[in-house]
């Protein structure tokens, strides 16, 4: 890995200049690398990290077919990484003016990174000055302990889907004041709704009661609260203090639970573990927003290298050849999802639906089609607005709130579906259906989305780990049950269980070309299950 | 080749019979079943299904990245001989974690696409997973197939495209979109393959029915020794030779107490070791590999048993030291020789299963070309267990004449989940007739479910050649 020349570096600067006049910021270092294949092959599995940990099956060729997102939630092969100061990779042989059009796609993920605020956490550290000194941990751990860290490094890596990004964002932009305690949080949000079943006049009533308390005494006013409260309700205080051991506030956050509460892990001679799952989990949690945005990130940095491109004096006489390479990043495919091209379709379209004032309450509810059409205010506030939408949103939420049947009109999209053809042995694609609804949930099914799995200490009986599975329709990979209980039963100590649902075909039917798609086929019953793992042995039975 | 109409025909004639000597309701639906897919032909898998527009459909939206899509680059790929290289180092460390009380993480030998020429060639990676906890997208509400996003003109229902029903396990259940571009491949070579399970599996090794003489082959070696001059100077041999020449001339008078500066040396006592033609006595192997590719045959069992044959092709090739001749049977309710390992692999299924005919051609071939003689005769078929011919009243005798010559006959059968209550035809006549017990030596048979695991294909090959 060398530093792009000072030639290169220029134009980079250049460009700097320019995208930071368009709106886009950034700080003001970068580091830009030419990567050889070479250098490629050893930095893919590290997730182009160069700093990252050693870990043998970095090494391996690891099999990735199945689930392959769901299991590396990072992409291995990104331009730009979200470090201090960002470092981009390049080829040694691309033209200059390929090179500029590149520099504004990273200028603009870097913008990204550094502003969208699902990346908070990111923000105040470089990681892989962080990486380095945990890589370094890891070695010196190794020296002493041999090949028990890298069965520590599997065993959370095993689990390090399972860490809770959202609590952890939650966190950074709650402002202590506004926290409640947990009593009152528990009273409000849990008791009163579940337990009590109140009804929503009651439900305001005792917020504006709680309310009256801390006017008339804002320091004791919440104690006043739970006296009548408590009069009221016998039992609250038992029932929160169950509550606060059954649901531990780390109880979505696996490896952060071990890290508090595993027996195991305390013990001296095992205390040195707890730093390898510590940059486990911390390694995770950095990558976590990067698969969270990728449609608006890629989205975002094709939008701006198509505008910043067309702009740049310096590349005059390569538009054709912009041309060519931009459709071939952006181009809508006939059958498939990019998300370049929707991403940046997606925020030209807000862009205009901005500028024309159709992002108002007064548009929403023209039902007029030829209204609709002519609709535009003129108040121009398009480039703005985006701007919010790339600080505030993530794929969830750009998609949920702004793919509606107007954009799947414009760009003439549609669902594929895909049936056989008993008769001729095909597969058939078709259109399966034209509705922004079913274009949007179709996406949003295919957006990465690990399982809930949480702790539930009530259940857990002589000092084993009960997890809990929240089924949303899905059930797990069957196959990976077993050495990833073995992990986590390694890590804790004692047994744990596992309840899932699973899916049970009734009734199979026989066909050959059917089978050959690996779903089962018939009626399908779920039903929840139990996993055991005691002693590396895994037994299951069904609840 | 006999017309599709015909051959339905045919079918239908045999399906009477069967019927009317009694058939079970479930056996009679996959009979049917099996007929229906007699139409499609045996034509190789489409290879390059995943190149069209198509291809966009089960493809990942995280799979796409700057590097591949911005500068057009290619995954890299690891080189294979620097994975062989770290072969010995990663399976040393499995080999420990078994000691350590985990299981085995490194799988040897998961197959991808053999291409075609390249003989001896098959694709070997030495692979691993990470486990974690994560939804399985694969288990679906009945009839939904997976969807996708797509572009362009077309009114709700209209047919975009069509793509012919893979049926054959394509590398490692590469659906359509996930194809080359993705499947990280490497290529080594069979003989690399058999090594790593000869010696790191500890697969028994197969018992030579005698030697026989290699007419093709000589090797050269540094055997025979020449006093006076050669290639290489013989130490040992020499100072025997120079001590024996010094007590014929007294020059020793204590052999306790020898002092070799005082020895006298002929020049015709250094012995040299020189360049010599040896004939190859090694053993000559013909195995034949035997497939049903029936229409029963689709999905994750013809991988199975195609995974299993190339393991064993290989290591055959390693023990054999390349003396090993292949020959390659398909058969539905007719066999068929292919030439090579590609078309063996890739064939699609299709049609009704008669097992006799297969076991028939190779006695048919053996005879012809009088290999009984010359070869060790290896003879495995991998089948589901189905077979139209009920109680092997016809594959039971080719069976039998078959094992007059041959080393060992192993029938793999990969079960499929639904199978009938005990077990499957071919199963129960084999069981039936006794052979696996009064030949032991002779004939296995190794039974596997469809979602089998690499350990147990390798188990398996263990259970048919030990």
Known sequence: MELINQHTKKIMEGCKERARAAGLSFTDESLEYIVTNRDLLELSPKVMIPTLYDYWVHDVEVLREKGKYELYPHNPYETVINTRPPISFYNDNNPDWLNVMIFYHVLAHIDFFQNNLYFRHTWDYDFTGEALSDKRVIAKLRAEKGRWVDYAIEFARGIDNLVDYHGELADLFRSPEAECSARLNYYFDHFLQHDRKVSIAEYVKEINRYNECLRNDSDQGEKAFFTEAEHRYPELEAHFAREGEARPATRRDLLRFLLDNSEFLDRDENEWMKSVLEIVRKTSIFFQPQIRTKIMNEGWASYWHENLFLQDDRIRGHEVDFARVHAGVTAMPRVGTNPYALGMRLFSFIEEQADKGRISFAFQRLIDSDARKHYDTDVATGREFIFKVRENLCDYLFLKNNLDQDFVDLHKLFVVGKRLDQQRMVWQYYVKSRKAADYRQMIMDSLYHPPIISVDMTKGIDGSLYLVHTFEGKQLVREYIANTLMGIEYLWGGPVHLETSEAQVVAPGYTAAKREEGAPQGEIRWERVLYTMNQKVLSKKTL | ?466
């Not at chain 2, 479930?26 to 049917?32: D, G, H």
């Open chain 2, 1 to 466: 080749m006999k017309d599709v109409n015909q051959m339905r025909d045919d079918l239908n004639t045999y399906l009477e019979e069967l019927r009317e000597r009694g058939l079970t309701p479930e056996r009679e639906a996959r009979l049917v079943a099996e007929m229906e897919t007699a139409g499609a032909g045996h034509g190789l898998s489409p290879a390059a299904a995943s190149d069209g527009q198509l291809a966009g459909f089960g493809r990942s939206l995280y799979s796409f990245s700057d590097l591949l899509v911005l500068r057009q680059a290619v995954n890299p790929h690891y080189s294979a001989a620097s994975l062989m290289k770290s072969l010995d180092e990663l399976l040393e460390r499995d080999r420990q974690r078994e000691q350590d009380g985990f299981p085995r993480k490194i799988r040897v030998g998961k197959l991808a696409k053999p291409g075609r020429g390249g003989k001896g060639k098959v694709v070997v990676v030495p692979t691993t997973v990470e486990e974690k906890l994560f939804h399985d997208p694969t288990v679906r509400p009945p009839g939904e197939e997976g969807q996708a996003g797509g572009t362009g003109e077309g009114e709700e229902g209209e047919v975009i495209g069509e793509q012919p029903v893979r049926e054959e396990g394509e590398g490692s259940g590469a659906g359509p979109g996930q194809g080359e571009g993705e499947a990280h491949e490497l290529e080594s070579s069979a003989y690399e393959l058999g090594r790593t399970l000869t010696e790191k599996f500890q697969l028994p090794n197969l018992k030579d029915k005698g030697k026989k003489r290699s007419f093709t082959r000589y090797t050269y070696d540094l055997t025979d020794k020449h006093r006076g001059f050669g290639q290489i100077l013989d130490k040992k041999a020499t100072l025997r030779k120079i001590v024996e020449t010094n007590i014929a001339l007294g020059n020793i008078p204590d052999v306790a107490d020898i002092d070799p500066t005082r020895f006298l040396i002929a020049p015709s006592d250094k012995i040299y070791r020189v360049l010599s033609q040896e004939k190859d006595y090694e053993p000559q192997a013909m195995v034949f590999f035997l497939r049903d590719y029936s229409g029963s045959m689709a999905g994750k069992v013809t991988e199975l048993v195609v995974s299993q044959h190339v393991l064993i092709y290989s290591w055959l090739l390693y023990q054999y030291a390349g003396q090993v001749e292949s020959r390659f049977i398909l058969h539905d309710t007719e066999a068929r020789e292919v030439p090579d390992f590609y078309t063996y692999y890739n064939s699609r299924v299709a049609g009704g299963t008669e097992v006799a005919c297969a076991f028939r051609m190779v006695n048919e071939i053996v005879a012809r070309e009088n290999l009984a003689n010359d070869y060790n005769i290896y003879v495995f078929h991998g089948t589901d267990g189905d077979d139209w011919d009920t109680g092997g009243a016809k594959a039971i005798p080719e069976l039998e004449r078959m094992l007059t010559y041959a080393s060992r006959v192993g029938v793999t059968i990969a079960e499929h989940g639904q199978g009938e209550y005990g077990g499957t035809e071919v199963s129960r006549y084999l069981n039936g007739s006794g052979l696996l017990k009064s030949k032991p030596d002779l004939v296995r048979m190794d039974i596997m479910t469809e979602d089998a695991d690499e350990p147990r294909l390798i188990e398996g090959i263990k259970r048919l050649i030990s």
